[in-house]
T-cell receptor, first 117, second 112 residues
């Protein structure tokens, strides 16, 4: 069964450093997302991406964050200058079509645990 | 702003028991509601999606219901098994938005 792949599974970085989290969405999916989950808290939406541009972003997704689809398979989340509060599990997800207006299930990767020291 | 709440936060049951997990949401203008399973160290797996026009969806031993007017959804698990132990999350989708709004989840433990 096709799946969303994320690398690395764990990332440790120093405060102020740049990190890039990588994802390979399911091959025939067109919509891509990043969510994050701080330990003990809810899963939160960060950004959605379609047709090589951001379609929606949350208040969390400030200028420190950026997303890119550098080629036909990868989807990346970059945090320019990490803060302690960026420590979280970051999940990539994809869907065949957008939701709404379509009733599409989201397929999530296993996540990257980011620890900022 | 949509708020999704799941009660209880944790539930422990003996194997074989039927159980119900609850999800409530503040804005009834949802587009759909999804139930996910989250295993430790793993991602979220979509279990069921209920469209706003539907009342319930079934998959195997799982049955999810939706009552938009009361702002509630339930996930019914029949004949629970130890392999069902996981955290179950519900998430709503609103019209005009790409995002899912998640509850905090119910951690289910099924004891052999």
């Amino acid at each position: 069964e096709p799946e969303v792949t994320q690398t690395p599974s764990h990332q440790v970085t120093q405060m102020g450093q740049e990190v890039i989290l990588r994802c390979v969405p399911i091959s025939n999916h067109l919509y891509f997302y990043w969510y994050r989950q701080i330990l003990g808290q809810k899963v939160e939406f960060l950004v959605s991406f379609y047709n090589n541009e951001i379609s929606e972003k949350s208040e969390i997704f400030d200028d420190q964050f950026s997303v890119e689809r550098p080629d036909g398979s990868n989807f990346t989340l970059k945090i320019r200058s990490t803060k302690l509060e960026d420590s979280a599990m970051y999940f990539c997800a994809s869907s065949r079509q957008g939701l709404p207006p379509f009733n599409e299930k989201l397929f999530f990767g296993s996540g990257t645990q980011l620890s900022v020291l | 702003k949509q708020e999704v709440t799941q009660i209880p936060a944790a539930l422990s049951v003996p194997e074989g028991e039927n159980l119900v997990l609850n999800c409530s949401f503040t804005d009834s203008a949802i587009y759909n509601l999804q139930w996910f399973r989250q295993d430790p160290g793993k991602g979220l797996t979509s279990l069921l999606l209920i469209q706003s026009s539907q009342r319930e969806q079934t998959s195997g031993r799982l049955n999810a219901s939706l009552d938009k007017s009361s702002g509630r959804s339930t996930l019914y698990i029949a004949a629970s098994q130890p392999g069902d132990s996981a955290t179950y999350l519900c998430a709503s989708s609103q019209g005009g938005s790409e995002k899912l709004v998640f509850g905090k989840g119910t951690k289910l433990t099924v004891n052999p």
